[in-house]
């Protein structure tokens, strides 16, 4: 019923009973209880959409429990607040370097992060009513634990165990993915886009979300997605998971840097606007290099499309700012290599999310569980 | 209440209420039903499951409507007719060099096949209720028309339309699908294997049936599964599609048997046939040549499973007979090149349907829609 008020949302009671079926009293008596746990409050008068009085409009309460979303980027750290209707309401992001970092030191620091973020909501009067946290690696989804992030050169870590430990979250709701998989949600919930497609975000790992149908498809145990390990290049350098010629290897960040010859230890802003000026006074060398990765993702991207027939390549993080770059090659490609492209063409959209989208995903994806399933929220808050 | 029958077969009409919801009176009522149209037989007393007396046991009609199957091979064209219960009741075999005719000859040929199977039918005293047709190319979901075949150098035939006119099917429903997702699908009805795979058959081409939680995944238009086009070398051959190092220019059964030396104009048993006789004595190309295969096809398939996290993938076709020679350098490729192979390692496993998968998934998709949705069969059958 709260998903209906979030769909319906401006509706009266009446309303909202018409569109679930369920009874006009049994409606009242929940929005009661939603009301009291402060997920809902009542507006102007709903417009009137049939005979009888004008319903009281009820909308998803701004000032309900927010979600707290948290990335540890293998370069930043970034959290954020989302309020129940999806708007962000408060966010941060520092460089970090956290490849050097043990995890318990960069743990120690998100922890300190997640405290800045849980006293920002304490000072906005705002209950904090989940956490989501997104990692660069696989996650397994029945045990919630980070098996490895080749990447950070993490493995076998119990964030959710370490954060619960470390910031007292007892009561807290934490959920904890992958970044890339949390991207293609952020980017599926801004609701404009379509309801197929692979969202690709490179940083420095590369990693893709695929959404069907309007729902993340994970695999069995999680661990979809990895396109970043996608082999391209048969005789390609080797990859920090051990194998040879992964996408990562070729198209990743850091490999567009150093083929610019812009890679040094600035931080990564200052990395992404140098290569961005030099791409706009058309140098050469930046251009060779965004243009041979695009051509590697391409080739990656086409054996997606050829497996899972996706209309849609949504390009995020890195690439989302490297489109106007990444374009053209790149659909050269789809349309070479993609066996269905003539009678199903492959649309390639930047994100407008930017390398906001797994942070917002997370905390989208703790404010959707609470919409998903109030009871354990509206039971603690009306206690 | 059909599939509750086929699920419970040898039980009786009380045991099948129960197990539907449905009432007695409603269960008797339906069944009656379809015993007149010779979907359901009564058999010996079911076992007594509980206290009353014992009631009639219920089963699939096998002398009810049968699944005509045919598959359009790029070197052979076969039929079959499978009957309610999944098992085979006749079958037919024929090579023929399909990428020499026009479609019009080849359809005329594949009519003739039909007409033998439907008198093969009435000679057994069965009524055919449906057909599937395998074809090796892109099948759109919508309009039923294989948009293009490579290896059969077909775009844009109406093969539904064809068959329908030129062997007077007008009420016999016709499905037309991707010979990779029938065989995907077959094996997924043999009913012991697991829920969530991806079949790989090596024919001339190279295709793959992705199965996710017991049901096809085909993609938005019903083109995915095109594994053969995935590119594992980018300085590869040239492929029938026009792109460069596509997997089945690299794995496929032709490129192994040139490399292996025994490519000639021989028919499709005889080639295969030499080929494994030859590493059964050990021959060193042909060992080279099926390893070769085998490093491609595990580059391809750790491209899938990191993409969408399948725990089995099933080898079908040529490559389930070639299976004792892939198994190792398959195996290798997987557990070096998937990231979470630790802690989810890839089952590989050989198909026991051979080159018959196909065939029998098309039949069995048309007996599978008259359980599905009976009343159209019902309702023509008792007119």
Chains 1, 2 share one sequence.
Not at 238 to 265: H, K, P, S, W
Request: glycine share 12%; hydrophobic share 45%; aromatic share 4%.
């Amino acid at each position: 019923m709260l998903n209906a008020i979030a769909d319906l949302s401006g509706h009266s009671r009446a309303e909202i009973a018409a569109r679930t079926g369920l009874t006009k009293a049994t409606v009242s008596s929940l929005v009661d209880r939603m009301i009291g746990a402060n997920l809902v409050v009542e507006g102007a008068a709903a417009v009137r959409t049939g005979p009888g009085r004008r319903g009281t409009a009820l909308f998803l309460a701004p000032d309900g429990p927010h979600g707290l979303g948290v990335e540890i980027g293998v370069d930043y750290l970034a959290t954020c607040l989302i309020d129940l209707t999806g708007e962000v309401r408060a966010r941060w992001i520092q460089s970090a370097d956290n490849r050097v970092l043990s995890p318990a030191r960069v743990l120690s620091r998100v922890t300190k992060a997640v405290r800045t973020a849980l006293a920002e909501a304490d000072r906005m009067g705002v209950r904090v009513g989940g956490m989501g946290v997104a990692v660069p690696g696989l996650v397994e989804s029945a045990t919630g634990i980070l098996r490895v992030a080749p990447n950070l050169g993490w493995r076998e870590v119990d964030v959710r165990g370490e954060l619960r430990r470390r910031a007292d979250l007892d009561d807290i709701p934490v959920l904890v993915g992958n970044e890339a998989n949390f991207a293609a949600l952020a980017e599926l919930w801004q609701g404009t886009g379509p309801r197929d497609f692979v969202h690709v975000s490179g940083e420095i790992g590369i990693g893709a979300g695929i959404v069907v149908d309007g729902g993340l498809f994970e695999g069995v145990s999680g661990f979809g997605g990895e396109i970043g390990h996608v082999m391209v290049d048969p005789r390609g350098p080797e990859c920090a998971c051990g194998a040879r010629g992964c996408l990562e290897r070729l198209a990743g960040q850091e490999e567009i840097y150093r083929q610019a010859g812009v890679l040094d230890d600035r931080a990564p802003e200052e990395l992404i606007t140098d290569l961005l000026d030099r791409l706009a006074h058309r140098d050469r060398r930046s251009v060779a290099a965004t243009r041979s990765a695009a051509r590697w993702l391409g080739i990656a991207l086409s054996g997606v499309v050829n497996l899972l027939d996706l209309p849609t390549v949504v390009l995020g993080g890195t690439y989302a700012r490297l489109a106007p770059w990444l374009w053209e090659p790149l659909r050269d490609e789809l349309a070479q290599r993609v066996v269905s492209s003539t009678w199903s063409p492959v649309e390639v959209t930047a994100s407008t999310l930017g390398s906001e989208a797994a942070v917002r995903g997370a905390a989208g994806s703790a404010v959707r569980a609470i919409l998903a399933d109030p009871d354990p929220y509206v039971t603690a808050a009306l206690a």
